[in-house]
Each structure stands twice: as C-alpha cells, then as structure tokens.
C-alpha cells in the first residue's frame, strides 16, 4: 500500500490498489446503492489513505448534473434575498456544492420557459424558488419535467414537505396587532405589501383577524398599498397620515415601509412613539439600527434558506436526514421602542 504520493492520484490508482474495478471506484464517489458495505469501506479507505479529490467536472459529466444549486428570485426586498443566500450558503457549507443566483421577471410571459432554460444551461442539482415565484404551479411542474430538484419558499404551504419552506406570517402578524390593540391602540392602520404576493395577502389576513376578534374594523381609508419598498412606504404612509383623525398606529408589512412610516412621521413632527407607534415585519438589521429601535417579526428567513439547501442535497450528502427537516418555521414579536400606549 502506499503512503503518499508525489503526483495527484488518479481514480486508475484507486482501483488497482482496492483490486477493483474503475466503474466500482466511480460508484463508490457517487455513493451508488448498487455495492456491498465491505466494497465500499475498502475502496474508502484508499480514497481516504491517498487523499484522493474527484474531479467536479468529471463528476457533473458522470452524473448529468452540476453540483450547483438555484436560487430564482424577483423580489424587490433586497434584505430577504441577501438573508436567503445567507441561509443557503450556510445549508451548503462542508459540501461540493455551491449556489447561482438568477433574477427573473414574474410578469414575463416566458418566465416558464426562461426558468427551463436556467436549469438546463446551468444543469442544475436543484433549485430554491422564491416567492412569489415559487407560488406558481407552472414552475413547480416544469421543475419536475426537467427533472430538477426544487424547494418553494412561502407564507403559507404549498406542497409537499419535500418541496416545501413555509413561514407562519398570518399567525404572526395577528400577535403583532394584538399587541398593539393590548397597548390600547384603536385606530391602527397597516400598509400592505404588494398586490400578487402571498405574503402581503397573509399578513393582511392576519392584521385582519386581531381586529374581528377585538370587534374592531379596518376602514379602507386605514389600508394603503406599498410595493415592499422604502419609497412606496413613504407614499403610503403620507395617505395614512393624511387622515383626520390620524391613526395612533400604523403596522407596515415589512421593515422597509417601517423605517419609511418612521421617516415621514419625523418630517411631520410626529413623535414615535408617543404620538405614533410602528410595527414591522422582518426584523432585518435596520430594525434594531434606527431611533427608536422597530417592534418587528422576526421573520426566520436564513432558517428558512438553510432548510431549503439540506432538503435538496439530503440525497447526496449523507450527514443529512431529511426527515430533520421542518416544513412550517415560526415567526415571532420582538418587542422594541416603537410601541406605546396612545396618548388620552
């Protein structure tokens, strides 16, 4: 047996020493059910004795795929998207895989196509669909034509385990506002994420239920629609406090619109929170940085994104179960300084 070799070893040498086959040694790489344990520990421990590395490329050719993971997205919250790369970088770490990212346009006709044709050029091992992608049945059946692993992301579920990463956003926006109403908020207002996200559609859902079961309304002068974006934020919050009599709270359908209710109640005058209180949705890193710091959700996004990653690549890595894998993750309230009791 040898110790070390002077020149990188090659699968060739794998065999000869194992006293197997090359088409063994390659099963072995690809961890093949189709050998015994006592082959597979031997030709191991060569691999292991020899340092041998396989080479990526050829692997991919073996297989018909690379060791690459998708990341689809068209999301305006910038915030989300970087937190899920996070997450799902943290999901691929230790293993041969890595992570490509692909903007697309939900509006495009084509968009099923495009998302093919990503799969294909890219030859994907799997693919992260975030919403409100992933909440067309289109592009999860396309997936499963091309053969591709694929994992949606969503305010609510929407398929199988397997399939599936799905936060609570309905239940927790309802705990929000109950908060609020506790505090004895009773002209409380929202802004709303954007028409065609599921998202905006459960967290309304969820403002709306605290109210019901408060026996308290949402006029539709107290809704006003933002796009999950700073500047849409602004202009919804100047409609809502346009009102007479103004809302003593105003909850904004993620941390964005938040800082953005802040900053226009700033350039009134508005104190928050004495006169004003606000409640995110998120808890991204502005949250905590602004004055006062953002009563927010937590909203467990790089959970989320490392989950996806574990559930794609449960059947190639083998410290992976993927049965350990959650489908539902909890959002939660994080109380802050932007909350108080309105004045009498």
């Excluded at 998207?81 to 697309?104: C, K, W």
């Amino acid at each position: 047996m040898y110790c070390k070799y002077r020149m990188k070893p090659t699968i060739n040498d794998i065999a000869r020493i194992a006293g197997v086959s090359k088409k063994t040694v390659s099963r072995v790489i690809n961890d093949s059910p189709l050998l015994t344990g006592e082959t597979r520990d031997k030709v191991k421990a060569v691999i292991e004795q020899l340092g041998y590395v396989p080479n990526p490329q050829a692997r991919a050719l073996a297989l018909g795929h690379n060791f690459l993971i998708g990341l689809v997205h068209d999301n305006p919250n910038a915030q989300m998207i970087l937190n899920m790369q996070q997450g799902i970088l943290e999901g691929l770490r230790g293993t041969e895989f890595a992570m490509v990212v692909q903007p697309v346009n939900r509006s495009s006709p084509s968009l099923v196509e495009d998302m093919r044709e990503f799969i294909v050029r890219q030859r994907l091992y799997g693919i992260v669909i975030l919403p409100p992608i992933s909440e067309n049945d289109a592009v999860a059946k396309m997936c499963v034509e091309a053969g591709c692993r694929y994992v949606r992301m969503g305010s609510a579920v929407l398929d199988e385990s397997k399939h599936m990463v799905a936060s609570n956003d309905r239940d927790a926006v309802k705990e929000a506002v109950r908060y609020l109403i506790q505090q004895g908020h009773k002209r409380i207002a929202i802004v709303t994420g954007p028409q065609g996200f599921r998202s905006a559609t459960e967290r309304l859902a969820g403002f709306e239920d605290a109210m019901t079961e408060a026996g308290m309304k949402l006029p539709r002068s107290h809704r006003a629609e933002g796009e999950y974006t700073f500047d849409s934020g602004l202009v919804a919050t100047e409609q809502l406090l346009d009102l007479s009599p103004r809302p003593t709270a105003i909850f904004a359908s993620n941390d964005e619109m938040a800082a953005a209710v802040l900053y226009a109640a700033r350039l009134r005058g508005i104190a928050v929170p004495d006169e004003l209180s606000i409640v995110g949705f998120d808890d991204t890193p502005i949250a905590s940085r602004i004055w006062p710091p953002l009563t927010t959700v937590r909203w467990p996004i790089v959970a989320m994104g490392r989950s996806a990653a574990h559930k794609l690549i449960a059947g190639a890595v083998e410290e992976i179960d993927l049965e350990d894998e959650p489908t539902e993750f909890l959002s939660n309230l994080i109380r802050r300084g932007s909350v108080a009791p309105p004045k009498p």
